[in-house]
């Protein structure tokens, strides 16, 4: 079946480091699937960051990037330097096929000062 | 204010009682869905609905029950509680134009169950 894979349930990073969160999907039943990131902050409910629907195209939003690589059927989220603001969970995800969005389990980030 | 409201926020269960959790969105959005998530497991997709109507189920038991009695509500009945029922429950809407696996999903802040 369709599935997507986050290697790491939890990540530290100091302020204004770089952070990568790694994802990567199986997409057996679907062709070109859409690929997504969303961000939980505490106490809220799961957020869009960015979205990329078309093969070797580019998302960004709030200083984080991702790339949807067919080839290595990946989709890491990228930011040069965060902040302590961006301590959240973020989960990637893909839909396609008519079908709802299916997620990876989430990371942990958590940004120290 | 939250475009999402999932009521209650948490919820103590006793194994075998029944219970139902509340979604209302505001977005006048036309589809709504239930998500599940467990403990160091992935958000786990369980309902889709389309203007009130079962698109997508993929919810192996039948003790969990989707009730739509208006466009924007989406509440989600389960009986017959198991420990393992526990979990955080997400309600999500989206408006569906290019059709769903395309529509920008809006999520609740979850209802978050635990059956003792």
């Known amino acids: 079946g369709d599935s997507v894979t986050q290697t790491e349930g939890q990540v530290t990073v100091s302020e204004s480091k770089s952070l990568i969160i790694n994802c990567t999907y199986s997409?057996?039943?679907?062709?070109?699937?859409?690929l997504f990131w969303y961000v939980r902050y505490p106490g809220e409910g799961l957020q869009l960051l960015l979205k990329?629907?078309?093969?070797?195209q580019k998302g960004s939003s709030r200083g984080f990037e991702a790339t949807y690589n067919k080839e290595a059927t990946s989709f890491h989220l990228q930011k040069a330097s965060v902040q302590e603001s961006d301590s959240a969970v973020y989960y990637c995800a893909l839909s396609g096929g008519g079908r709802a969005l299916i997620f990876g389990t989430g990371t942990t980030v958590s940004v120290s000062p | 204010d939250p475009k999402i409201i999932q009521k209650p926020k948490y919820l103590v269960a006793v194994t075998g009682s029944e219970k139902i959790l509340i979604c209302e969105q505001y977005l006048g959005h036309n589809a709504m869905y239930w998500y599940r998530q467990s403990a160091k497991k992935p958000l786990e997709f369980m309902f889709s609905y389309s203007y009130q109507k079962l698109m997508d189920n993929q919810t192996a038991s039948s003790r969990f029950q989707p009730q739509s009695s208006k466009k924007n509500h989406l509440d989600l009945q389960i009986t017959a509680l198991k420990p393992d029922d526990s979990a955080t429950y997400f309600c999500a809407s989206s408006q569906p134009t290019g059709g769903i696996a395309n529509s920008d999903y809006t999520f609740g802040s979850g209802t978050r169950l635990l059956v003792i």
């Open positions: 997409a057996t039943s679907i062709g070109y699937p859409n």
């Open positions: 990329v629907i078309t093969a070797g």
